[in-house]
């Protein structure tokens, strides 16, 4: 489970488009998906963490930045 959660969590990170500084916070983000994925043995949890944790990234955005 470590292994598995431990690359997929770097893989996660890579593919982001942030830049190598972000990895740390994304692989982290990754790491709970997994462990989320691997807990309930479903993929949905995962997915909606993601969605709500984008959204929320979302509104912050245009919250503090504006349109």
Known sequence: VFGGVFFSSLLFAMVHPTGVPAWP???????????LTF???????????????NGTLLVLNFLLFGS
């Open 39 to 53: 807990q309930t043995r479903s993929l949905v949890p995962s997915i909606v963490m993601h969605a709500v944790h």
């Open 25 to 35: 916070a994304l692989a982290a983000i990754g790491a709970m998906a997994a462990l």
